[in-house]
Nanobody, 124 residues
Framework: VHIVESGGGLVQAGGSLRLSCVVS????????IGWFRRAPGKGREFGGY????????KYADSVKGRFTISRDNAKNTVYLQMNSLKPQHTAVYYC??????????????????WGQGPQVTVSS
C-alpha cells in the first residue's frame, strides 16, 4: 500500500493550501480516508475524514468551516482544502486509509495505512 501526500509548504496567515493524497494498493473506492495532523510538541490530532463514496464527511470542531475534504475515486485521490490558515495550523499533515465499515472514525488507531505527511507552515 502506498499513500503519497503532496501540496504542503509555507503560506502566510489568511492564505490557503490544498493537500492531495494519492492511494494505491488497496480498493480505494472501498476505503474511508482520514486526515490527521501533528503540531510541534503535540500528539496526532484528528482533522476530518471522508467516507468511501464521498457522500459523508466529518470534521474536528477546530477546523469546521475552514477545512474541506473531497475525493475523486477515479483518480484514487483525496483532497484537503485548507482556507483562512493561522499559525496554529502549522503541523505535519497525514493522510490515512481504512476499509469501509459503518461507524465513526475520528481516532488514529482506527486507520490501517498512513502516508509520510507533508509539512504545512503558516507564517504570521
Amino acid at each position: 500500500v502506498h499513500i503519497v501526500e503532496s501540496g504542503g509548504g509555507l503560506v502566510q496567515a489568511g492564505g490557503s493550501l490544498r493537500l492531495s493524497c494519492v492511494v494505491s494498493g488497496i480498493r480505494f473506492g472501498d476505503s474511508h480516508i482520514g486526515w490527521f495532523r501533528r503540531a510541534p510538541g503535540k500528539g496526532r490530532e484528528f482533522g476530518g475524514y471522508i467516507t468511501s463514496s464521498g457522500a459523508n464527511t466529518k470534521y474536528a470542531d477546530s477546523v469546521k468551516g475552514r477545512f474541506t475534504i473531497s475525493r475523486d475515486n477515479a483518480k484514487n485521490t483525496v483532497y484537503l482544502q485548507m482556507n483562512s490558515l493561522k499559525p496554529q495550523h502549522t503541523a505535519v499533515y497525514y493522510c490515512a486509509a481504512r476499509p469501509r465499515r459503518s461507524g465513526d472514525y475520528p481516532i488514529a488507531r482506527q486507520y490501517n495505512y498512513w502516508g509520510q505527511g507533508p509539512q504545512v507552515t503558516v507564517s504570521s
